[in-house]
């Protein structure tokens, strides 16, 4: 499996990104998929997740209310949409397929500047 992350950037605070991941695979498992995102000197953290069953998602607290995932379980894709973005979003964000082991993307860049 392979996970290929696009979008990101920088924006200014307030503004919003869109970060979105496909699934290369063969398999015709289905799992949950989401996005973490680590800053500097800080742990990663579990932003949004998509259920395997179409219907669990669920929000970091901070996020709530303003970034949004969504799934298409047939292009294998997930996306985040974000809004209202604040400075201390800025990290980079991973996508993740909860595979065994889990799969990761390589990480993309979102930068929110004051």
């Known amino acids: 499996v392979q996970l290929v992350e696009s979008g990101g950037g920088l924006v200014q605070a307030g503004g919003s990104l869109n970060v979105s991941c496909v699934a290369f695979?063969?398999?015709?498992?289905?799992?949950?998929m989401g996005w973490y995102r680590q800053s500097p000197g800080k742990g990663r953290e579990a932003v949004a997740i998509?259920?395997?069953?179409?219907?669990?998602?669920i929000y970091l607290d901070s996020v709530k209310g303003r970034f949004t995932i969504s799934r298409d379980f047939t292009k294998k894709t997930v996306h985040l949409q974000m809004n209202s973005l604040k400075p201390e979003d800025t990290a980079t964000y991973y996508c993740?397929?909860?595979?065994?082991?889990?799969?990761w993307g390589q990480g993309i860049q979102v930068t929110v500047s004051s």
């Open positions: 695979d063969d398999g015709s498992m289905v799992y949950d």
């Open positions: 993740y397929e909860d595979t065994s082991p889990r799969t």
């Open positions: 998509s259920g395997w069953d179409g219907e669990r998602i």
